[in-house]
């Protein structure tokens, strides 16, 4: 059972470019989350999703940022005019409930976006 | 909304201990602990749930008090693969969803 995919693992864009960050679960879990972490930095919580559904996206900025989960397919995270503050590693985690109770979260190698 | 870590960062030798803490300053419903080593992924190690229980994992264990808002990470006997950066991730009820993390501990344990 293969664990959470993430690609790229690494992405360098120019300013004004757009991201796209690619997130597939594991088998079975239909809950995916997107942490954004900066350097010597903790996780922080950007949106959660269930299939065709964004159920919680309060940390997520307000504008150039969104995420969708569709029926088939991984999850994207798609940041639009990236600026250098965007830059970050970006990490998705699957879990097959809500990440609530005895429900462990199993996290991909993550995405480190660089722009330029 | 994010839980405070301490301390933020300590060097052990091998065979040492260390307590690394968590507090939050709204109530708590459940603390995660991962562990990320640098370059990787985070790595869950356990869930405690409100009831001021304890659960262990190898040498590794930890408490939760939900009155005092805080859980602390006990790590006895340090092996070098212990080091990494620890984040304690807290939940703040049924349906909330999502967890908030801390800022991480890093822990860096030499021979």
Known sequence: ?116 | QQPVQSPQAVILREGEDAVINCSSSKALYSVHWYRQKHGEAPVFLMILLKGGEQKGHEKISASFNEKKQQSSLYLTASQLSYSGTYFCGTERGTGANNLFFGTGTRLTVIP
């Open chain 1, 1 to 116: 059972n293969a664990g959470v995919m993430q690609n790229p693992r690494h992405l360098v864009r120019r300013r004004g470019q757009e991201a796209r960050l690619r997130c597939s679960p594991m088998k079975g879990h239909s809950h995916v989350y997107w942490y954004r972490q900066l350097p010597e930095e903790g996780l922080k919580f950007m949106v959660y999703l269930q299939k065709e559904n964004i159920i919680d996206e309060s940390g997520m900025p307000k504008e150039r940022f969104s995420a969708e989960f569709p029926k088939e397919g991984p999850s994207i995270l798609r940041i639009q005019q990236v600026v250098r503050g965007d830059s970050a590693a970006y990490f998705c985690a699957s879990s097959p409930r809500g990440q609530t109770s005895n429900t462990e979260a199993f996290f991909g190698q993550g995405t480190r976006l660089t722009v330029v």
